[in-house]
């Protein structure tokens, strides 16, 4: 049927004989994939560019910003050494790369290689961003959904206003002073669960809740306003004309839908969590990758910050990524025209 | 009607917000002047104090005066802020005016790397630039303000997009008008509104960014402070006065709560449609019970498979009025017989179909003396499963009428899941016999597919198949071929005279298409304003035999094509 061929098949024919390719090549997902897979280089591409020029655009002498106002001269040309400072800056450049692919991505002004630094921390920022985020989702579209399904045809009006305000003054509150309150109810007050440190399990509660609850807030907000307006549309009367079953309506039919209206409205956020999760860091001590970027910044170690920055950055596209390929998953029609902007 | 009656309400958001920013800006002018002696004075005999009436929100750990801290961090705050913002908002806005002016490669490459940008945390960025700038209050401003950007950059060149399109600046162009003029004349006004729109709510997430950036300690440096490093010193002490977190906490929900109303408010004043969304719940008036004006049994004939006595259909005002919008119409349709309702879109005829069906909108009355669809009281509550394979219906967009998410078979077979007990084997093997027995190709591969990889003539054809499978006493056809292209029509009525053939059931068919209804049905009724106004044969429309000079009307303008078409040949 012709008009069932997805562009895939087009472009992949269009240079090799159909023949040749196997079946799986022609599928939708194939082409999705190395889209995919472009937009992934190119964002690293755009990070190594970016975080190697952090050292080449720093004021006056880079050397001397590094060491410090107080160093001396041996010291200042001892940094300028080991930043490489003295070659040109197409040989740096390709210093940096080399470092990059072999995993040590430069070595610390303090202590033992950036990479090492950075797998030793990384774990503590991902648990922590990674369950967020999870937890964003889950209760988002389970809030979202519930209140638009229980408030349905203006029922329990006075729900609606609920929801609508505390999620709105929640999500006006920032990150950190939200960890901060909850330390002073849960941790001082309370004494239920540790104020820092990442010592025991129950450390992971607070920063988790901390960084997940102000998301929660703004997506279900989306989720709420997308579910009410998947509610009025045909496919749901045509299961009313069916006389399917609430539930199978709300969970087969809505949820889906507004999964992918609420997701691709919300990808940014998302990513951006990571953002949220190194302020959250300071809040709670929390020895992740946060706290030593910014004690990089103010120590000035330019290898662990440029390190830093760039797995953080390479999360980002990555959560981004991931949000594509679950819309995709989800609902087929993103396989072939979502772009990437 | 909603649109005005919420319009006020936008208007309430935005004076909210604008007061509270006001009230922000005479705190930042006057506060200082006034609170800056009471915020600096080191006295330690007073520290860490809880708050009291000198001290409403107690004492910092050199007991100053927390509430005088945070009145005067408040200019910083918002002179950081709004310097921020200016920086993205400018250097944003003019770079993605510049770019619409280049050359489509060029645009292209930028507007590319560009979303790459956008893609990244606005903080990370940030931190880019504070690592290379330092930290301290102005590098953090930057930072901030850099990161900012690429938003801007996005929004106004694809704002800037549309409006390059419009046809006034496409005459601009060809009348040689220098680009610079064209951007400066067309493209900034245009845009201007939604760009506003943006920045104000774009200045809350700014003022969060900076605040966080001192949090952290890379912005605002001691003796310096503004709400992020109160917070940040607060933190510090918190296990010996933590009252210290509380007052710049305040002013930071507080201030960024303003600029969010004010963002909102102006959304809702500059688009009316965005106040009726987040307004969110339209109310609807409880649905009135249907009623049963008379109990009248044995009014309608032995022979009918389904009859309506006296329906009346109506809205039900927030006040209680009530208006009506189909009144007192009676039919009765045999078995194996397709009763046609002609009328123009809003004389009622689809309210009527889907009130006897039970699924007339939420908010209506509905009132008969009765429906009945064979043994079906449609005026009791019956159960779902007699439903279901009482009445089966086809709409009139097919393109809409099926989730998008799901594979056809997946949702053609729920019904017979829950009604009928079947389990998934029998269900596809089923529908499968249907659509072969409806002559459709590869019936296998039109399952496995999402709705939009079918055709709509394809997809009405499975709503009939599964039509046949439920064997319905009522098949409801509400337009069912206005969506499709001419050449499908015909296919799919006939696929609907063929499911007339394979049942026994009754079949309703709307629409606005005489033709159509002539070919196709037994007895006609023509409805007009509510009511049905005649009923016809095929012959008498044929003949142009009708009473009533509506009808009349509704033949002379299918006549006028008929007679263009076959001018001057005969049939």
Redesign the interface.
Known sequence: ?A??QSPADSKVFKFVPRRFVPEWLGSPWAWFLTRKLG?LL??FA?LVV??FS?VL???GDAAR?AAGPDASLDVVEATRQSLGLNEPVWRRFLNYVGDIFSGTLGTSFRVGTVGEQIAVRAPYTLIVAGSAILITLILAFVLGVGVTVL?R??RR?WL?QVF?WVT??VD??????RG??L??VFA?SLGMLPAGGAQQPSSFVLPIVALAIGPVCSLSRIV??EA?SALQ???I?????????GR?VYL??LL??VV?AALTLSG?ML??????A??ME??FSWPGL?TS??N???T?D?PV?QGT?LV??MV??II?ILIDVALAA????HLESRS?? | MSVTRRRPRGNAVFWAGFLLLAAFVAIAVVGPMVFSDAANRINPLEARGAPSSDNPFGTDGFGRDIFARVVTATRLTLLLTFGASLISFVVGTFVGVVVRLLGPRLQAAI???N??????????LA??V??????GSVPAMVAVGIAGIPMYI?LTSTLAARVVNEDYVRIAELQRVPRVVVAVRHILPNVAIPLSVAAANST?FTL?EL??LS????GVQAPDYDY?RM??E??AE??GQ?WG?FGP?IG??VL??GI?LFGDGLAAMVDPKVAV?KG?????VEAVKAGRTQSDAGAGRTESAVVVDKLSVGTLSESGERSTLVKDVSFHIAPREILGIVGESGSGKSLTAMSI?G?AP??LWRAARQVRIRETDMLERPD??V??RT???I?Q?PM???????RMGS?LG??FR??LGWDSRRIHQELVDALSALSTP?PE?VLR??P????GGLLQRCLIAQALLLDPELLIADEPTTALDVSVQADVLRKIYRFRADSDASVLLISHDLGVVEELCDRVLVMYHGEFVEELTPDQIRTRDVQHSYTQRLLDATLYFEGAAHGNGDR
Request: net charge positive; glycine share 8%; no cysteine.
């Open positions: 049927m008009s069932t937009t190119l964002s755009f970016v975080t952090i655009l720093i004021p910003a408030t045809d203006g009006a609606a609508s709105a003054v006006a509150i920032p990150v950190y002073v901060t309150l330390i002073i001082l709420r306003r009410d549309a045909n496919y009367r045509t299961t009313d004309g069916w006389r399917l079953a199978t087969k039919y889906p839908n992918t940014l990513s951006g969590m990571i953002g949220g190194l302020v300071q809040v946060g970027v910014v990089a910044i103010i000035r330019y910050i920055i953080l950055g980002a596209v981004n989800v609902d087929p029609r990437d902007s | 507007i590319q790397v979303a790459v940008a956008v893609a990244f945390p606005a903080l990370i931190l880019v504070a690592s290379i700038m330092g930290s996005r809350a969060v605040s966080s949090f952290i300690g890379l992020g917070l940040n607060g933190l918190m296990s933590p977190v906490s930071m929900v960024g709560l969010l969304q969110g719940i339209t109310r609807f069906a699924l939420i908010g779902p499963s439903l279901a009445v089966s219906l709409y967009d809409s009428t099926f989730s998008p998410s799901l949702q729920d019904v829950q009604h590869d591969r597919q999402f939009h990889q079918l055709s």
